[in-house]
C-alpha cells in the first residue's frame, strides 16, 4: 500500500462543511497512524487488512472512540466537528450533542465515516 498516495487522495477530498472537514482530518490522522508500522505490516494490500491496522487492536470505530484511541475530551470533540451555531447551543461540547448519541458516539461515527473516505482512496 502506498500510504503517502493514499494520503494525498484524502488531502484533495473537498470538504465544506465543519463537519466534512473534522471527518478529514480524522481520516489524516488515522493515515498517520500507519507511519509507525514495520515491515511486513505496513504490506496492506486489501480492505479489510487496512481497517484491521488503523484500528490497532480495537474491534470496531466505536471501540477505538471509546477506548481513547483518539480524542477524549467532549470539547475537544465538539471543536473538531461543530459549526459555531453548534458549539454554541452544546456550550462548547459541555451538554450532549443530541438526545441520541454522547460525544465519544458522534467522534465513532465521525472516525466510521473517515475510515469510509480512506477505503475509497485506497481503492481508487
Known sequence: MNIAKTEKKVKA????????????????????????????ARDISTEAQLEEALLGGASGWNEYSSAGCSLIFDWDIAERLCTKSELKRTREGRLEPNDRENWIEVQARALRQAWWLIRDAFTM
Request: charged share 35%; no cysteine.
Open 13 to 40: 477530498t473537498r470538504a465544506r462543511s465543519a463537519w466534512d472537514k473534522g471527518v478529514k482530518e480524522y481520516a489524516l490522522e488515522l493515515l498517520a497512524s500507519l507511519d509507525g508500522l514495520d515491515g511486513d
